[in-house]
């Protein structure tokens, strides 16, 4: 039976919970099952470099059972739930959770417990929905392969040899991989989507401060943003609803509710749902410098939509070109303001200095030396930099505010023209752990995010779905949608118009051939030692 609960996306399973034919107790054990045998030894307890997928940091099994026998009970008396009541959750382990560890996959915060939880998180809770656990990720969210996590990489289900993508590989492994329905992430230039991309699961951006940040460890304030990561588009529209919404405890919270998401992806997957959506596909984000086998799978699905009934233009956003340097500027230069609080005096785990002399400027350098990784190192020197005297206003961050205001504008003219935007989510295919020597030249990653970043900048809603495989490698290619600011009901209907053409199309969702995971994971167990490569 558990094989059969674990592939069950979540609307199937919140209807089965309500028509008995299954309890919230059987179906959180049976993804704990599933997590055992393919996280790694000990999902637990964090430990570097797990034989498994690592995709939890942390296990918290004994809740998530108490959580669903309590609704079954409720349920069994005949109350009344909310829709999601009892099925299971994983989290990000960037959002605060009362009870549970929150480390930022950073040295850090290790071992730190959050008084509080976040407003996600207590609209979990409030929905009923058993949190699993917390999701592995790059440190602080800094990086698009999650190899930069302090307690080791995850790796993706489809090839264990090759990244789930980043910051928020964790979540999207665990979705792909079936150890959880639903979970978390957090997207700041694209790490919700782009993992989404490389896995074949469903990640969406909401639109900025349509879901609240409080509780959100900051990587990069006036472009994180929390959101749904799903095996279908019903699914993400359905989590959507539950943690959307207006938050007096966020100052950059809209008013809007969070309702229509769920109608709208079902009125797209319906017959003729796509009729008269007018698509634009982005120039700029095409052609040179993506994988041929990514180009392939995008422009099949195109062709699927114009035979669908959507008209399709080709729109120029010129300025699109200077985005990823605009982004990484501005993103740099508040990760140096927010990662300021980490100095082993107000915040974070202290280490002294190893000769013994001990001042206040020496703990503080001694405690960012030993628990901060190479890449918040990196990003934070850019951003104090880009923020010194001399060169904040004209030379980088303010310029880079100026281009944000173009992308802004480019958008907003090609918004004028078409209903949603397309384009492929990340240029290539996940490609193999340890490839990519960041230390020589960093922008060989920072490229990953070049198709997403547009959209963070401007603060407008963007999905990324399947669209197959690449016939070059047999790994999923990611499509992205993109839509106006607080129009997010658009990516529902479109997106889930083109997933029922894409299941169609390939006899059955993208998982159907994903490989057996946990015969890698103990093929894996066998050539490694210890558990650790």
Same mark, same amino acid.
């Given at each position: 039976?558990?094989?059969?609960?674990?592939?069950?996306?979540?609307?199937?399973?919140?209807?089965?919970?309500?028509?008995?034919?299954?309890?919230?107790?059987?179906?959180?054990?049976?993804?704990?099952?599933?997590?055992?045998?393919?996280?790694?030894?000990?999902?637990?307890?964090?430990?570097?470099?797990?034989?498994?997928?690592?995709?939890?940091?942390?296990?918290?099994?004994?809740?998530?059972?108490?959580?669903?026998?309590?609704?079954?009970?409720?349920?069994?008396?005949?109350?009344?739930?909310?829709?999601?009541?009892?099925?299971?959750?994983?989290?990000?382990?960037?959002?605060?959770?009362?009870?549970?560890?929150?480390?930022?996959?950073?040295?850090?915060?290790? $071992?730190?417990?959050?008084?509080?939880?976040? @407003?996600?998180?207590?609209?979990?809770?409030?929905?009923?929905?058993?949190?699993?656990?917390?999701?592995?990720?790059?440190?602080?969210?800094?990086?698009? @392969?999650?190899?930069?996590?302090?307690?080791?990489?995850?790796?993706?289900?489809?090839?264990?040899?090759?990244?789930?993508?980043?910051?928020?590989?964790?979540?999207?492994?665990?979705?792909?991989?079936?150890?959880?329905?639903?979970?978390?992430?957090?997207? @700041?230039? /694209?790490?919700?989507?782009?993992?989404?991309?490389?896995?074949?699961?469903?990640?969406?951006?909401?639109?900025?401060?349509?879901?609240?940040?409080?509780?959100?460890?900051?990587?990069?304030?006036?472009?994180?943003?929390? $959101?749904?990561?799903?095996?279908?588009?019903?699914?993400?529209?359905?989590?959507?609803?539950?943690?959307?919404?207006?938050?007096?405890?966020?100052?950059?919270?809209?008013?809007?509710?969070?309702?229509?998401?769920?109608?709208?992806?079902?009125?797209?997957?319906?017959?003729? $749902?796509?009729?008269?959506?007018?698509?634009?596909?982005?120039?700029?984000?095409?052609?040179?410098?993506?994988?041929? $086998?990514?180009?392939?799978?995008?422009?099949?699905?195109?062709?699927?939509?114009?035979?669908? /009934?959507?008209?399709?233009?080709?729109?120029?956003?010129?300025?699109?070109?200077?985005?990823?340097?605009?982004?990484?500027?501005?993103?740099?230069?508040?990760?140096?303001?927010?990662?300021?609080?980490?100095?082993?005096?107000?915040?974070?785990?202290?280490?002294?200095?190893?000769?013994?002399?001990?001042?206040?400027?020496?703990?503080?350098?001694?405690?960012?030396?030993?628990?901060?990784?190479?890449?918040?190192?990196?990003?934070?020197?850019?951003?104090?930099?880009?923020?010194?005297?001399?060169?904040?206003?004209?030379?980088?961050?303010?310029?880079?505010?100026?281009?944000?205001?173009?992308?802004?504008?480019?958008?907003?003219?090609?918004?004028?023209?078409?209903?949603?935007?397309?384009?492929?989510?990340?240029?290539?295919?996940?490609?193999?752990?340890?490839?990519?020597?960041?230390?020589?030249?960093?922008?060989?990653?920072?490229?990953?995010?070049?198709?997403?970043?547009? @959209?963070?900048?401007?603060?407008?809603?963007?999905?990324?779905?399947?669209?197959?495989?690449?016939?070059?490698?047999?790994?999923?290619?990611?499509?992205?949608?993109?839509?106006?600011?607080?129009?997010?009901?658009?990516?529902?209907?479109?997106?889930?118009?083109?997933?029922?053409?894409?299941?169609?199309?390939?006899?059955?969702?993208?998982?159907?051939?994903?490989?057996?995971?946990?015969?890698?994971?103990?093929?894996?167990?066998?050539?490694?030692?210890?558990?650790?490569?």
């Amino acid at each position: 039976m558990s094989e059969n609960i674990i592939e069950l996306s979540a609307a199937e399973l919140a209807q089965k919970l309500q028509a008995g034919e299954v309890t919230s107790v059987q179906a959180v054990q049976a993804h704990l099952d599933r997590i055992a045998a393919t996280d790694g030894a000990a999902a637990q307890e964090r430990s570097h470099g797990k034989a498994g997928l690592n995709a939890f940091l942390h296990l918290n099994a004994e809740e998530a059972l108490e959580v669903a026998a309590d609704v079954d009970r409720d349920r069994a008396e005949g109350k009344q739930l909310p829709p999601l009541a009892g099925v299971p959750i994983a989290v990000k382990d960037l959002i605060v959770t009362k009870g549970q560890p929150t480390t930022a996959a950073s040295r850090m915060l290790e $071992g730190w417990m959050s008084p509080y939880d976040g @407003t996600v998180t207590e609209k979990l809770r409030a929905a009923r929905m058993p949190i699993l656990g917390k999701t592995n990720l790059d440190e602080f969210a800094m990086g698009s @392969t999650t190899e930069h996590s302090a307690f080791g990489p995850t790796r993706n289900p489809w090839d264990l040899s090759r990244i789930p993508g980043g910051s928020g590989g964790g979540s999207a492994a665990a979705v792909t991989a079936f150890q959880a329905p639903l979970a978390l992430g957090t997207d @700041t230039g /694209g790490s919700i989507r782009q993992p989404a991309a490389v896995t074949g699961s469903v990640g969406v951006k909401p639109t900025y401060g349509s879901v609240s940040r409080y509780g959100v460890i900051a990587m990069a304030s006036s472009l994180d943003q929390v $959101g749904p990561c799903a095996r279908t588009v019903l699914d993400a529209a359905m989590l959507h609803e539950v943690v959307g919404g207006h938050d007096p405890k966020d100052s950059t919270s809209l008013s809007d509710p969070a309702e229509g998401f769920v109608e709208a992806a079902r009125a797209g997957a319906a017959e003729g $749902g796509l009729k008269g959506l007018r698509v634009g596909v982005l120039k700029e984000l095409t052609g040179e410098g993506f994988q041929p $086998g990514v180009e392939q799978r995008f422009r099949e699905a195109v062709e699927a939509l114009e035979k669908a /009934g959507a008209s399709v233009v080709e729109i120029e956003t010129p300025n699109f070109k200077y985005a990823l340097g605009a982004y990484y500027l501005i993103m740099s230069s508040e990760v140096s303001s927010n990662l300021a609080k980490y100095d082993g005096v107000r915040f974070g785990q202290r280490a002294l200095p190893k000769d013994g002399h001990v001042t206040i400027e020496r703990v503080m350098s001694a405690t960012r030396a030993e628990n901060f990784g190479a890449e918040v190192k990196r990003r934070t020197i850019l951003g104090t930099y880009a923020l010194s005297a001399g060169y904040y206003d004209d030379a980088y961050y303010g310029s880079a505010q100026k281009v944000r205001t173009l992308v802004q504008r480019d958008l907003d003219a090609a918004f004028e023209q078409v209903d949603v935007l397309v384009s492929p989510t990340a240029p290539t295919t996940a490609f193999p752990l340890g490839s990519v020597d960041e230390q020589a030249d960093p922008m060989q990653m920072y490229l990953n995010d070049i198709a997403t970043i547009p @959209t963070n900048l401007a603060g407008v809603p963007a999905i990324s779905i399947p669209a197959g495989l690449s016939p070059e490698d047999g790994m999923p290619v990611g499509f992205q949608f993109m839509a106006p600011a607080r129009e997010d009901a658009r990516l529902y209907r479109a997106a889930a118009g083109l997933e029922r053409l894409m299941e169609e199309a390939n006899g059955g969702p993208i998982w159907k051939d994903l490989p057996d995971v946990v015969e890698a994971v103990a093929k894996l167990s066998e050539t490694t030692e210890g558990g650790a490569k």
